[in-house]
């Protein structure tokens, strides 16, 4: 079962940093370059210097947010709770015009092992999980929560919020660049901290963001039991990571579609491309971007649907039979195979295109469809796809069979912020 526990954490001194909305930022897989240029230039103790620090010739970034870290300590710029909490956390966002609030808190999650139940969905990448080992050896500590989503049956999030917080003062609170108000009130109460932790057992928790984060806990957790030995305690922090969690509430959870851009080798006859595409497709030219979402939001009960740009037009294809794939990939699930993204892959990417999916360079991912239509104008070798969202129940259907996800495949909105609360680990 799912294992939590309250943690003294880290986080920015409010009589050092008046405003928080200064110096969070986002988690940092999901910021571009021309963004990690603007939180850098944003504020001087920014989070990013620590959490995703830039390159600099003959210099060691990862040592540097290890200096940086310990240096802030110091300075009283960061300073830790003397108390274990579990940190309460909400999030007012607009999308769609429509606005939510998505409740939840963080806590430390117990790494998994045989007494936990803790699914991920996505593959990862070992240039990634490197490059978050590295940080952490560093840091020696987690910077930013793993994202985890569970059915929460006995409702524990909104009970807690609606009777212990909705009319209390948020310990601290900010704005980030969307607008979205984030707010944090600690809970050191042993009353309120036993209903939570009661709450969540026998819950299954599936990592929704941040799975190279948690693999890397799990690795930086087997390295000091190794080094440690007999010395290392099952009790330890190390066995533990900073963890956000929430529920499938969707009033609350919001899951965004994330777009392919493909690059091709060579120039496409775009007349021999919709031939084999009415092969597996209903292929219908739609004269607008707005009738093309338009569509594909409307008929997601009925059936598969993409969209497609190129060469400024659009192209909304629905898959005729889902049948296709259970000779293409019938030794995946069926929840596997009803994927748009696996449709995408499998039948356009592979079969009619050719796309050898080691050529990472080649595809681009965006939650933003105007970032690829854009592109494609731009480039014209490059062919851009749209996809809808992924529903949660898919997501553990998939995860429960014991199978991943195709890479990018969900888009969790909005991200939780990264500088918030710190978890430091013990010196060894």
Same mark, same amino acid.
């Given at each position: 079962?799912?294992?939590?526990? !309250? ?18 930022? @986002? ?5 571009? @370059? ?5 939180? /850098?230039?944003?504020? !001087? ?8 620090? %830039? ?17 802030? $300590? ?9 108390? @274990? ?12 015009? +429509?606005?939510?609030? #998505? ?19 996505? /593959? ?34 909104? #009970?807690?919020? *609606? ?26 109460? !042993? ?62 959870? $919001?899951?965004? @579609?994330? /777009? ?5 080798? %060579?120039? &496409? ?20 971007? $707005? #009738? ?5 939001? %409307? ?74 239509? +854009? *592109?494609?104008?731009?480039?014209? &070798?490059?062919? *851009?796809?749209? &996809?809808? !969202? ?39």
């Amino acid at each position: 079962m799912v294992e939590i526990k !309250p943690f003294c954490a880290v986080y920015y001194n409010k009589d050092k940093i008046k405003d928080l909305s200064g110096v969070v930022c @986002p988690p940092y897989d999901v910021i571009s @370059p021309i963004e990690q240029d603007y939180y /850098h230039n944003l504020d !001087p103790h920014n989070f990013i210097h620590i959490l995703f620090g %830039k390159d600099r010739f003959e210099e060691d970034k990862y040592k540097r947010a290890g200096i940086l870290f310990r240096n802030w $300590s110091a300075e009283k710029i960061l300073v830790q709770d003397k108390k @274990p909490a579990i940190y309460f956390y909400s999030q007012q966002y607009s999308i769609k015009g +429509e606005k939510k609030i #998505r409740l939840g808190f963080i806590a430390l999650l117990r790494l998994g092992d045989k007494n936990t139940s803790v699914f991920g969905h996505e /593959h990862t990448r070992i240039e990634a999980k490197e490059d978050r080992l590295k940080i952490i050896q560093s840091v020696n500590a987690n910077l930013s929560p793993i994202f985890i989503v569970s059915k929460d049956k006995k409702r524990v999030i909104q #009970r807690v919020f *609606a009777r212990y917080l909705k009319n209390s003062p948020a310990f601290m609170e900010a704005k980030d660049k969307e607008n979205t108000v984030h707010k944090i009130w600690k809970i050191d109460s !042993p009353e309120i901290l036993s209903l939570i932790e009661r709450g969540t057992q026998g819950e299954d928790a599936f990592i929704a963001d941040g799975h190279h984060r948690y693999e890397v806990s799990c690795a930086y957790r087997d390295e000091i039991k190794t080094r440690l030995g007999d010395r290392f305690s099952e009790d330890s922090g190390f066995n533990y990571t900073l963890a956000y969690f929430t529920n499938t509430d969707p009033r609350g959870l $919001s899951i965004l @579609p994330i /777009h392919r851009l493909l690059k091709l080798e %060579k120039p &496409l006859v775009l007349e021999g491309f919709l031939l084999e595409l009415k092969k597996y497709f209903d292929v219908e030219e739609i004269k607008e971007k $707005s #009738r093309l979402f338009f569509l594909m939001e %409307k008929g997601v009960r009925a059936g598969h649907l993409l969209g497609m740009y190129k060469d400024k037009k659009y192209w909304l294809l629905r898959l005729k039979n889902i049948k296709i794939l259970d000779k293409l990939i019938g030794d995946k699930p069926k929840e596997y195979r009803s994927l748009d993204v696996s449709i995408l892959n499998q039948i356009i990417f592979k079969d009619i295109l050719g796309y050898d999916s080691a050529n990472k360079n080649n595809l681009k991912y965006s939650a933003c469809s105007d970032d690829f239509i +854009e *592109a494609q104008d731009r480039e014209p &070798l490059s062919i *851009a796809f749209f &996809l809808n !969202p992924v529903k949660m129940e898919q997501i553990i259907a998939v995860a429960l069979n014991g199978f991943k996800m195709p890479a990018k495949s969900t888009y969790f909105y909005p991200k939780v912020l990264s500088g918030l609360v710190i978890n430091k680990h013990e010196e060894v």
